[in-house]
């Protein structure tokens, strides 16, 4: 195996009996946009504490460029990060706080100078180099942390839930942002967040952390279409699992009864299960049709409420066995009409498009 | 609703313009700017009118003496209290709630013990016979008693602890305030504990010294019980002058005068420190 730029090796820590980090291990290519996505109290902001030197692991190692980084206090790893809460040095500067890495660096005034110029035009702020944090918004001061973070080229940057406390609209602006950023720089970024769609949206892979595990790590778009738990399938996307019973599986291709008494047969799986066997069947909302395709399997529903989303139809439809779904298809005009027109009907899904999880 | 409002009994609303806050503003008056007032006039009228009573104490070198040493015992119990307190009031700042509260209320029961109690405690341990120089003999760390009574070094250890909880309090709450998170920041950006104290702690908890230093600064400047239990004959205060003035020798005028002129340094005082922590305020600074 080639040697990886940062290396996590079966990472633990433990607080008292709580294990907060249960043996993790991930490779990180150089340049590689990674984010840790799981809920709060996942491990995922415990391992990147433990990437900075905040915290220091139970056992296990962090290695960057081969070379382990446990015995390396926290100010001589030159790692960059930028935080949840504002750390901006109120007292300073916004020039002063991105000089102050180059400053206790003891780096040249003219390279300090023309690094903050760069860095803040980097992140759009050109103008705003004399005035102090706290005349800032909160999207400002992160964009500040940004290049106060990336002054030194640092060659890790690790970012821990740098947009939580921004409202919608300005995160999805910095999130772009960061994009450009990771793009025009090339720096290898950790980033921690409990937002799929963050996740979705910035990273290059996603590993998923629950209960101090890494459930599943791959692209975004393995962990949509090829989630390989119930967990990281209702965690990444809508889902909606209907109760079903296992029949037969030949080649890979399962046969199924869901609870209506229906039989849906060329579902997919990559794991055993017996015959008779609960298990639950997992349909994104948007893999439904209102019009049968080819190979597709029907689903007798009952619509309860309807709204139009512009390039999505959301419906809140009632199986035949009482269980409410999410249905989002496509609000195509002709399919539409049709579909609306009664509240009793069937809908469609491909069965090949749809994962069956034990119950 | 805003019916209800309109009928509530008037003691309840707002007093408006200078009517409602005429009671407030005799009381005052009366026991605060009319002593004040008539020290003043005390200090030019008494014995006789005229200014010589302030010609007095700057011209002769024995009162210039006095100033001189309240003045440098301010100064050093000012500093040695900062330096004691920060330490104190930084582990306060990021205990845990629950352990810091009981601190705390050690730090203030110690303020609420009787404050001659604590002076007369202070000289059984720092006589020559006592506690501290007993024990550094026995230990054989020293094989003459040290002076630490009647000097200088009596009065700043006696002062400095009646200080402390003045400069811990208001430094406790400009350290709360900053984030722990920003010196973990200062940290990934490269400085050492050192350097993050000295560019990002020390400058953040400014206010809270200036705050604390100010009060400690003042209240040692008039300080009576201590210097005078503590100290020796040869480095009296201020306050003990004042005393000396009005109670033995009965010459209200002069220590009217001394009584001012404390007055006027302290009230500069409190303006150049308004005017240095207002002016950073008004830049977006601290």
Not at chain 1, 319 to 327: H, L, R
Not at chain 1, 330 to 347: F, H, K, Y
Request: net charge positive; charged share 15%; proline share 6%.
């Amino acid at each position: 195996m080639t040697e990886s730029f940062l290396s996590i090796r079966d990472l633990r820590k433990t607080f008292g009996s709580f294990v907060a980090v249960h043996d993790v291990t991930i490779d990180i290519p150089k340049g590689e946009f990674l984010t840790f996505l799981g809920p709060s109290g996942s491990g995922k902001s415990t391992t990147l504490y433990a990437i900075a030197g905040f915290q220091h692991p139970t056992s296990g190692d962090v290695l960057l460029e081969g070379r382990s980084l446990l015995s390396v206090p926290s100010h001589k790893r030159n790692i960059g990060m930028v935080f949840q809460r504002y750390t901006l040095f109120q007292h300073l500067t916004v020039a002063e706080n991105v000089a102050f890495p180059l400053r206790v660096r003891r780096r040249p005034e003219a390279e300090v100078k023309r690094k903050v110029a760069e860095m803040l035009s980097l992140v759009r702020l050109e103008s705003f180099g004399g005035r102090y944090p706290g005349a800032l918004s909160g999207g400002q001061q992160q964009r500040v942390a940004l290049a106060r973070a990336l002054a030194y080229d640092p060659p890790i940057l690790l970012m821990d839930e740098p947009l939580s406390a921004l409202d919608k609209k300005l995160r999805e602006e910095i999130q772009a942002e960061i994009r450009r950023i990771h793009r025009e720089t090339g720096v290898t970024i950790l980033y921690v967040t409990h937002d799929q769609d963050e996740a979705l949206h910035l990273s290059d892979r996603i590993a998923l952390f629950r209960d101090g595990r890494i459930e599943q790590i791959g692209t975004g778009e393995d962990l949509y279409l090829r989630p390989g738990s119930e967990f990281v399938a209702s965690f990444i996307g809508n889902s909606n699992f209907l109760p079903a019973e296992h029949l037969e599986t030949v080649n890979g291709s399962a046969t199924i009864r869901l609870a209506d008494g229906s039989v849906v047969s060329g579902v997919r799986i990559d794991q055993n299960f017996s015959h008779g066997q609960k298990t639950r069947l997992m349909v994104r909302p948007e893999a439904f049709r209102l019009r049968p395709g080819p190979a597709t399997a029907g689903l007798a529903v009952e619509f309860i409420d309807t709204a139009f989303f512009g390039e999505r139809r959301r419906v809140i439809a009632r199986t035949a066995a009482g269980q409410e779904i999410d249905v989002r298809p496509t609000s195509d005009m002709a399919e539409a009409q049709e579909g609306i027109a009664s509240s009793r009907q069937q809908i469609f899904f491909d069965p090949a498009a749809a994962f069956l999880f034990p119950a | 609703m805003s019916g209800n409002l309109l009928h509530r009994p008037s003691i309840f609303r707002r007093p408006d313009g200078i009517g409602g806050a005429l009671p407030a503003l005799i009381l005052i008056i009366l026991f605060f700017v009319v002593p004040v007032v008539a020290l003043l006039l005390r200090s030019v009228t008494e014995p006789v009118p005229g200014l010589q009573n302030y010609a007095t104490l700057f011209g002769d070198g024995t009162y210039a003496r006095v100033f001189f040493n309240t003045f440098l015992v301010a100064t050093v119990v000012t500093a040695v209290t900062v330096i004691v307190a920060f330490p104190v009031a930084w582990m306060l700042a990021i205990m845990p709630p629950t352990l810091g509260s009981i601190v705390f209320g050690i730090i203030i029961l110690s303020m609420w013990t009787n404050l001659l109690t604590r002076t007369y405690a202070w000289m059984v341990l720092l006589q020559r016979t006592g506690v501290i120089n007993r024990t550094l003999m026995d230990i054989g760390l020293i094989s003459q008693p040290l002076p630490l009574i009647n000097n200088l070094t009596g009065v700043t250890i006696g002062m400095v602890y009646i200080m402390l909880p003045f400069m811990i309090l208001p430094l406790v709450g400009t350290l709360r305030a900053i984030d722990p998170m920003t010196l973990r920041a200062a940290a990934l950006c490269g400085a050492s504990p050192l350097e993050a104290f000295r560019r990002i702690l020390l400058p953040l908890s400014l206010p809270g010294i200036a705050a604390g230093g100010l009060m400690v600064f003042v209240m040692s400047l008039g300080y009576f019980v201590t210097p005078t239990l503590l100290g020796g004959t040869s480095n009296m205060m201020l306050a003990a002058m004042i005393a000396q003035m009005i109670q033995s020798l009965l010459n209200w005028g002069l220590g009217s005068a001394a009584a001012f002129i404390l007055l006027v340094v302290t009230m500069a005082l409190y303006a150049l420190q308004l005017r240095l922590v207002g002016a950073k305020r008004m830049t977006g600074g601290i």
